[in-house]
């Protein structure tokens, strides 16, 4: 439970980081919405890599990898809603605005899609390196 708790709020953490920097930083900036430089996208994004490499450390078993999965796309699709009803400046309120049912489905089934691939991308490369699962401890 610890582990999953800790991976949602490193997600939390990185997708809020963004959505910050993108608000605070890139659209005051911007001469108009087609006009995202890719530096500056790079840069967007940046705190998310981190955390998602961040989490790619935690799961220590296969099954860990679909609790956390299901737990970051549950988590994730959640704060996207918030963000979106808030207003909060950011990409994904379009969806979740106009069809909020489409949203409601499609949000935590591509998210949990996109976490386990990548968690189990990162869970075999440490297995490769020769690090067992139960080496990570946190």
């Given at each position: 439970?610890?582990?999953v708790l800790l991976a949602v709020a490193i997600a939390i953490a990185g997708i809020w980081a963004v959505q910050t920097i993108y608000a605070g930083l890139i659209v005051p900036r911007l001469p108009s919405w087609q006009s995202v430089p890719l530096a500056w996208t790079a840069l967007e994004?940046?705190?998310l890599l981190v955390a998602a490499?961040?989490?790619g450390f935690l799961p220590r078993s296969w099954g860990e990898i679909?609790?956390?999965?299901?737990a970051l796309a549950v988590a994730t699709t959640l704060f996207g809603f918030l963000m979106a009803y808030s207003r909060w400046t950011g990409s994904g309120m379009g969806l979740q605005l106009e069809r909020p049912l489409l949203a409601t489905v499609a949000s935590p089934v591509g998210f949990f899609v996109l976490w386990g691939a990548w968690l189990s991308v990162m869970f075999l490369v440490r297995q490769r390196a020769g690090h067992a699962s139960t080496d990570w401890k946190i």
């Open positions: 439970m610890r582990r994004y940046l705190p490499l961040a989490i679909g609790v956390l999965s299901a």
